[in-house]
């Protein structure tokens, strides 16, 4: 692993989830607060490194279209009428867009999975790519969706177990003991660093 072929994946780092007053605060407010912190802390140690970082934000028009008999988070998401595009909900936070074009950000994210509607493994494949690192929220859904992805598209996935957040401590504990090492490798961001 190199900073040339290595990728930080960012998911879910917009207002609904990171904010107080986020539509889906509440699903990750028990470690969002450490989770933002370690990802701003990676993302410093990070900044002056040829490293890629990505930004994969999801979006859905007014009438959320695009969710087609929505089951789920998804339904979860309709309802409470997150990430709509233009709202300031569905704005990646502050403390990302402080880091301006250092952050290369890939729409078209409309579902659990990073890959599926997006430009993503073509970015990826355009800089040479081999090794994908996630941070994000929810680890059951988004994290484990993309990761199974890129394992899946060749990729060597790591994920970060202090910059990922479930939606209880259980779940979180449980993804990166018994689920997420069956096909990604998983650490810590200072662990990684260390690595790199």
Do not use: W
Not at 61 to 90: C, H, M, R, W
Not at 160 to 185: M, N, V
Request: charged share 15%; with cysteine.
């Amino acid at each position: 692993m190199a900073y040339s072929n290595t990728a930080v994946i960012l998911i879910g780092y917009q207002n609904d989830y990171f904010s107080p007053s986020g539509a889906l605060h509440a699903v990750v407010e028990q470690s969002s607060a450490q989770v933002l912190g370690n990802t701003l802390a990676l993302i410093n140690q990070l900044r002056e490194t040829p490293i890629t970082i990505i930004s994969t934000p999801i979006y859905f028009t007014p009438d959320y279209s695009e969710l087609v008999n929505p089951v789920g988070i998804l339904q979860i998401i309709k309802d409470a009428q997150a990430f709509k595009k233009g709202s300031v909900g569905s704005e990646t936070i502050t403390q990302l867009r402080d880091f301006g074009d250092r952050l290369l950000t890939i729409d078209g994210k409309r579902g659990l999975n990073a890959f599926h509607s997006t430009g993503l493994q073509e970015a990826l494949d355009k800089r040479g790519i081999t090794h994908v690192v996630l941070a994000g929220v929810v680890t059951s859904l988004c994290i484990d969706s993309t990761a199974r992805s890129a394992f899946e598209l060749g990729y060597d996935v790591t994920i970060l177990s202090d910059c990922t957040a479930g939606r209880t401590q259980y779940e979180q504990d449980f993804y990166c003991t018994e689920i997420l090492p069956l096909y990604s490798q998983v650490t810590d961001s200072q662990a990684f660093l260390k690595n790199l």
